[in-house]
């Protein structure tokens, strides 16, 4: 049961910074009037998650240095979620009319430490149990994304209508 739990809830932090950067922040850039093709061009931001076949290697072959005590998922776990968390509140308190250099590049940061991420907890899902509890675990990921999904979309809307975007992604964060 505990890992069930577990795996559901490293699914809903992988499932969070995805929808963020891929449609909430397109929502965000839209309701303060940018032009649309530069919202179609932070699409391109995603493709970090569709590439990460390429670094998936070296998150499987390396340690983190200085987290290594933690094991090798859980310290590139915590490492990318790290990453995730204060990517999310640099964006909360970055204007993309101000910056918008700097807010592509912290987006693509976010986007890239989420790809990190889900390279390491599908690992680490994978090594915590033997096959016959496989389909479990993968449900509870699975559970915790969509709720994620849920969340980071339509609540984060909600929310970024009365209370604004810096506080919708510093809440996300």
Do not use: C, H
């Amino acid at each position: 049961m505990l890992k069930n739990v577990t795996i559901g809830a490293l699914g809903f932090s992988s499932g969070l910074p995805y929808i963020l950067i891929f449609s909430t922040l397109g929502v965000w850039l839209a309701d303060i009037g940018t032009d649309l093709s530069l919202i179609g061009f932070f699409a391109w931001i995603v493709l970090t998650y569709s590439l990460k076949f390429l670094w998936a290697p070296a998150v499987d072959n390396f340690s983190v240095p200085l987290l290594n005590r933690f094991g090798k998922r859980k310290s590139w776990i915590l490492l990318s979620q790290t990453f995730i968390a204060v990517g999310l509140l640099l964006l909360s308190i970055t204007s993309p009319l101000e910056s918008l250099y700097f807010f592509a590049f912290i987006a693509f940061l976010v986007a890239f430490s989420g790809s990190i991420q889900d390279i390491a907890i599908d690992a680490f899902r994978i090594e915590l149990a033997d096959i016959n509890q496989q389909g479990n675990l993968a449900a509870s990921y699975q559970f915790g994304y969509r709720i994620a999904i849920l969340v980071s979309s339509s609540f984060a809307l909600i929310f970024a209508s009365d209370y604004g975007w810096t506080l919708t992604y510093q809440l996300m964060a």
